[in-house]
């Protein structure tokens, strides 16, 4: 198992955790995501979407913090009391007064081709926008199964995905502010990959793995968590619901948020407190 033991190194970050695992229906979830590859017919929200044909960006600017954290729920999933609802919060107490937190409106379904595609158009427009808005702004990523799948391919080419094919790419100025990526219960895990980090077998990768090396220009600032018997980025025959949701209490949660940390800046100075008598 590869681990990051960044937790003692960073005082402050014994993290509170605390989530509800949601249930997960194995066979549905396998079903779901096998339907991406199995159906070739484009999702009812590709024209709509595609940034060919409707190039004036879905979202509207966010106010421009040091940091914006954007968390992407896996399926079934509310958007409060998820799995990265505690990592988005522990990186945000991190740094009082820098984070900006956002959960990726999509529906997070089981129509994952059509969800998908409205996940990672509103991504990448949100990324771009705020590049543009922004100068000083940089980027955090959090996805959990289907959101750890749409954020992976909306930051990949187009033509390596399996959602959103036409919404458009991540500007080369948003590319450079992605901070960190931290993935857990990959849907297009690869075990080869070298930000891979759990107790997964190597041998493996998930339903829908990512052609290798898709996520090259991110290779360090990525972390891509999986456990062993997962089914979802593991492909396990054994549909299992408890290693997909065992994330919710393996300690997986607080390496992602020191990970993050870690490669965040300092915490700024209060000028108020600078010459305070001691």
Not at 76 to 105: F, M
């Amino acid at each position: 198992m590869r681990r990051l033991p960044l937790l003692a190194l960073i005082p402050g970050l014994a993290l509170s955790l605390v989530a509800c695992a949601p249930s997960v229906d194995p066979s549905e979830t396998r079903e779901s995501l096998a339907e991406v590859t199995e159906d070739p017919a484009p999702p009812d929200a590709a024209d709509e979407l595609d940034a060919d044909l409707n190039p004036e960006p879905v979202v509207d600017p966010l106010d421009c913090s040091p940091y914006l954290v954007i968390t992407a729920r896996g399926t079934g999933e509310p958007s409060r009391g998820q799995l990265l609802s505690p990592v988005a919060k522990a990186v945000s107490d991190a740094r009082p007064g820098e984070v900006q937190r956002l959960d990726l409106e999509y529906p997070a379904d089981t129509d994952v081709k059509e969800g998908g595609t409205v996940g990672a158009r509103t991504l990448i427009d949100t990324l771009n926008v705020q590049a543009q808005t922004c100068e000083e702004q940089r980027f955090i990523l959090l996805g959990y199964s289907q959101g750890a799948l749409v954020i992976g391919d909306a930051l990949s080419s187009p033509d390596v995905r399996l959602v959103g094919q036409t919404v458009g790419e991540v500007s080369e100025e948003a590319v450079e502010r992605v901070l960190a990526i931290v993935f857990y219960g990959n849907p297009r895990f690869v075990g080869s990959e070298p930000f891979d980090y759990g107790s997964y077998d190597p041998r493996l990768n998930g339903i829908l793995p990512r052609p290798p090396g898709s996520l090259d220009a991110y290779a360090d600032r990525v972390r891509d968590y999986c456990v062993a018997g997962d089914f979802v980025c593991q492909s396990s025959l054994d549909l299992d619901e408890e290693p997909h949701v065992e994330y919710y209490t393996n300690g997986m949660p607080q390496d992602g948020a020191a990970f993050v940390v870690t490669r965040m800046d300092p915490p700024r100075r209060d000028p108020t407190s600078e010459g305070a008598p001691g």
